[in-house]
């Protein structure tokens, strides 16, 4: 089954499933965190290090830049990702899709991010994942958007903000 899609400006949202609604009747897309582990994690899964320029995420092993660039086309938030240099680590990137997804707060939004970890601009967000269902010439890379906490594509040449990710390999 194809899942729906939604047009917006630029952009095109896919829903990745089946809308749900919380415990009290409040439309939430995908799945609501508020009644999966995300408690679990509230108080101990982010830490800040004292410099404030990254973030480790100890659920899923990631190391965040606190930060997001300011919007560019895809190859410079690529090339603006790879070039960081903080928190003693010279290997940031691009997240893929399933990377970015983790740090979506879906029990928020305006914006979809725990702000007292992250600092963002709720906008759409570059993924390293390329997405083929667009004839956009230039090729087309799957977004976030941090507003809502919608997944959809842009074409490379489109503008979008950039959180850069590097792997914590064990005992780091």
């Known amino acids: 089954m194809k899942a729906p899609r939604m047009h917006f400006e630029n952009c095109t949202v896919h829903v990745l499933a089946p809308p749900t609604f919380d415990r009290i009747g409040n439309f939430v897309m995908g799945v609501d965190l508020r009644t999966s582990d995300a408690a679990a994690y509230a108080g ?9 320029t990254y973030v480790i995420d100890h659920k899923t092993g990631l ?26 680590f010279s290997d940031w990137r691009l997240p ?3 990377e970015l997804q983790t ?12 702000t007292n970890v992250f600092n963002t601009n709720a906008g759409w967000t570059w993924t390293s994942d ?12 799957w977004i976030v958007d941090f507003l809502y906490g919608d997944v959809g594509s842009y074409g490379r040449s489109s503008t979008a903000f950039a959180r850069a990710v590097r792997a914590v390999p064990a005992g780091q």
Do not use: Q
């Open 103 to 114: 740090i979506v707060d879906r029990s928020r939004y305006s914006p979809a991010i725990d």
């Open 96 to 98: 893929t899709l399933d």
């Open 44 to 52: 101990s899964r982010f830490e800040l290090p004292a410099d404030g």
């Open 130 to 141: 390329e997405y083929k269902g667009n004839p956009d010439p230039s090729g087309s890379v």
């Open 63 to 88: 190391m965040w830049s606190r930060d997001e660039s300011k919007r560019s086309d895809f190859d410079d938030a690529d090339a603006h990702c790879r070039a960081l240099r903080f928190g003693g």
